[in-house]
């Protein structure tokens, strides 16, 4: 008789071979055409809900000829829209960079009190609406607010002002590079790390000679998404701008207000410039992937 321990372990084998008989196998003409419907359901809905709408966002925006697009994207309003929104991601991303990078290295390397706090806060802003974040800094910062009174009794303007736009701005993006590093920094480990500062590197040598080289790519591509988001952003800038034209709209307002005002082909001209940061992202997502994967195959 089998031992009790051996038919114990040839169940699964044999559980297999029972599905397979009574599950026949797909012939090789079968697998082909379910291959080719899912593959061409993915396209139609690629088609359908984002190649479409980018081609109708281009078509609208020079539906007026190449030099009212370059009049609207050239125009006193836009090109304070532009300068708003690349101040916004010139503070935000490298703000967001420093807090990425040391939330990662404190979750990845070290175990302390309020860990997975610290980690559930990070994710707090994919979880709350953008409205809701903008509405948060008026309470905080308003003029009905606590610091209300002393921010205006020395002059300093944070709400319908720049400050305020950078505030929502870093608070919207700041998981991004967070979110990307640690799971690249937990995959790689601590031991090229440790033997590092055994052979005598000071911490600060450690980071810039072999943690910051082998977590680049992960770095860059979070920085990147952070600076797309930034660009993009709408409901916390729009709580907090005042909507003024000329001063307070980043480049999602300005869209916003043209369309608004019917004049649709300069609307869509500024649009253009969004759709071109997304695409431009997911080239650098698609290079950064690649670099990445390249370096783990070595």
Same mark, same amino acid.
Do not use: K
């Given at each position: 008789m089998t031992p009790r321990h051996t038919r114990r372990k040839d169940l699964p084998a044999a559980m297999v071979a029972a599905r397979r008989r009574r599950i026949p196998s797909m012939g090789g003409s079968e697998q082909r055409l379910v291959k080719a419907l899912l593959i061409g359901t993915a396209i139609l809905f690629l088609l359908a809900v984002l190649v479409v709408p980018l081609l109708e966002v281009f078509l609208t925006a020079f539906r007026d000829g190449p030099v009212h697009y370059w009049e609207a994207i050239s125009d006193s309003e836009t090109a304070n829209a532009i300068r708003l929104t690349l101040i916004a991601v010139a503070i935000s991303v490298p703000l967001n960079t420093l807090f990425g990078i040391a939330a990662a290295m404190a979750i990845t390397r070290w175990d302390f009190p309020g860990k997975r706090l610290l980690v559930s806060f990070i994710d707090i802003p994919f979880a709350v609406s953008p409205v809701i974040s903008g509405m948060i800094f008026v309470l905080l910062f308003g003029a009905d607010s606590l610091l209300g009174p002393w921010l205006g009794a020395h002059g300093v303007k944070v709400i319908f002002a720049v400050p305020g736009i950078v505030l929502v701005t870093m608070f919207v993006?700041?998981?991004?590079?967070?979110?990307?590093?640690?799971?690249?920094?937990? !995959?790689?480990?601590?031991?090229?790390?440790?033997? @590092?500062?055994?052979?005598?590197?000071?911490?600060?040598?450690?980071?810039?000679?072999?943690?910051?080289?082998?977590?680049?790519?992960?770095?860059?591509?979070? !920085?990147?998404?952070?600076? @797309?988001? @930034?660009?993009?952003?709408?409901?916390?800038?729009?709580?907090?701008?005042?909507?003024?034209?000329?001063?307070?709209?980043?480049?999602?307002?300005?869209?916003?207000?043209?369309?608004n005002e019917y004049q649709f082909s300069a609307a869509f001209a500024v649009a253009t410039l969004l759709v071109i940061v997304a695409i431009l992202t997911l080239g650098i997502k698609a290079v950064a992937e690649w670099k990445e994967q390249r370096g783990h195959h070595r």
């Open positions: 993006t700041f998981p991004f590079v967070a979110r990307e590093l640690i799971p690249v920094m937990q !995959m790689q480990g601590s031991d090229h790390e440790l033997a @590092a500062l055994t052979l005598g590197a000071s911490p600060l040598q450690t980071f810039f000679r072999v943690t910051l080289p082998n977590i680049r790519w992960g770095l860059f591509y979070g !920085m990147t998404l952070c600076a @797309a988001r @930034a660009v993009g952003e709408f409901g916390a800038v729009s709580v907090v701008s005042g909507h003024i034209r000329g001063e307070t709209n980043t480049m999602p307002l300005h869209v916003e207000v043209l369309y």
